[in-house]
Structures are given as structure tokens and as C-alpha cells.
């Protein structure tokens, strides 16, 4: 295994946190990783402070500067949308093959990358293209990373069956615990979508602060398998 790509059932559910988290964890543990976020929407100016790409610069100890930010999040687009819509809204397409071809020379430069994608599984990259084919062209294993919220097992059942049928593995999921009250039990969630999914869920407590991912449980025994 080469690399993993983090994916979602849905957007703002934690996988820069989770890409973080892993990118954080290898490198204490004195393993190689590279991580990416090629497309990133909601992006008005040069200031990337605060952003996913800032987080992944700082889970990989790389200066937040121009260079570091072309090299993480090549596709930037301003409106907070699928790449789809948000592309579209400036006049422009998602070049998908240049966005294959990058993903695929990253893999083949560094001994383990991490992709990040955009949204869920399902978002529309183009008028034919969406993250499940980016994931499939890139040959790449997936972990999926979900919320606790109510509703959440239908999601994460869902993505994880469509994911199936098109063949794309999944290596564990993440239920990374939603900012609120009143959601299910964390365990009791976990239990259920390892019953459903016969897929190694690992959950992920809501942690404070702006370093969030130093502090969270090993996800590197569930997600990257030996």
C-alpha cells in the first residue's frame, strides 16, 4: 500500500482533521508520508491561514507559503461548493486529468501519500466525474470518515455500499464524534456500523483546540492495515 485517499459521507466531517491525525501520527512514529488536498473550495485571496491546507502544512511541519500551498491545494476556487458548481461560477472547468496526473506522481514520488479529497464520495468534480471515479482512477484504498450525528448510520451504510459496488475498498472508518448534544452514543454507533459494514470502524472523541489531531487515539492500527 502506497498511499490511502480520506474521503467522507458528507462535507465539514473531519477529514482534514483525519488526514492531520495520520500525517501527525507516521511522523512520530518515524515512518515516510506525503499528504495532498488538491481541491479546496471557499478560498477568497492569498491568506490560507485557518484553512485544511494550512492544518495538513502544519501536521507535515511545512512553512504555510506560497510554495507549500501550490504544492498541497493546487485547485482552488472561491465559492464554498462542490468543485462542480464552484468552478463553474469563475468561468472554469476542473481539469480532471491534470488532477489524475498529479495524484498519480505524488504516489509514485513519495513511499506513502495521503490524498484528501473534497466533500463526500458522491460530489460532482465535473458534469462527468466525481470523487468515487478520482478515488477508482488513482487506484487507491479509502478510509471513510463520518460524524456521530443522528442520521449518521444510514450515511456512512450508504456511502459504504455504493462505494462497494463500484469496487472501491474501504480500509477502516473513521466516526469522528459531531460538535453538539443530543447525538447517539459513540460506541454504541461504532458497534452499529461495524455490524452493518463488516468494515474496522475506529471513533474519534470531540477534541479542543486548534492541534486537535496531536491529541487524538491511534487511528494508523485500523487504517493502515499491515
Request: aromatic share 4%; glycine share 8%.
Amino acid at each position: 500500500m502506497n498511499g490511502l485517499f480520506i474521503t467522507s459521507t458528507g462535507t465539514e466531517i473531519g477529514k482534514t482533521f483525519v488526514t492531520a491525525c495520520l500525517c501527525h501520527q507516521l511522523i512520530e512514529a518515524g515512518k515516510p508520508v506525503d499528504a495532498i488536498k488538491p481541491i479546496i473550495s471557499g478560498i477568497n485571496g492569498a491568506d490560507m491561514t485557518g484553512t485544511d491546507t494550512a492544518v495538513i502544512a502544519e501536521s507535515l511541519r511545512l512553512p504555510l507559503d506560497a510554495a507549500t500551498i501550490d504544492q498541497l491545494s493546487p485547485f482552488r476556487y472561491k465559492a464554498p461548493l462542490a468543485p462542480s458548481m464552484a468552478a463553474a461560477l469563475e468561468g472554469k472547468t476542473l481539469d480532471y486529468d491534470a488532477l489524475i496526473t498529479l495524484c498519480k506522481g505524488r504516489l509514485s514520488a513519495s513511499p506513502f501519500t495521503l490524498i484528501e479529497g473534497v466533500g463526500g464520495s458522491f460530489v460532482p468534480l465535473t458534469h462527468n466525474r466525481l470523487v468515487a471515479d478520482w478515488i477508482s482512477d488513482i487506484n487507491l484504498a479509502s478510509v471513510l470518515v463520518a460524524g456521530s450525528y443522528l442520521g449518521t448510520i444510514s450515511h456512512i451504510i450508504a456511502t459504504a455500499e455504493a462505494m462497494k459496488t463500484r469496487k472501491l475498498p474501504i480500509t477502516a472508518i473513521v466516526i469522528s464524534e459531531t460538535a453538539g448534544a443530543g447525538h447517539p452514543d459513540l460506541l454504541k454507533t461504532q458497534e452499529q456500523i461495524e455490524n452493518w459494514t463488516d468494515i474496522p470502524v475506529v471513533t474519534v472523541p470531540r477534541i479542543k483546540g486548534t492541534e486537535g489531531w496531536k491529541q487524538a487515539p491511534d487511528l494508523l492500527a485500523a487504517c493502515l492495515p499491515q
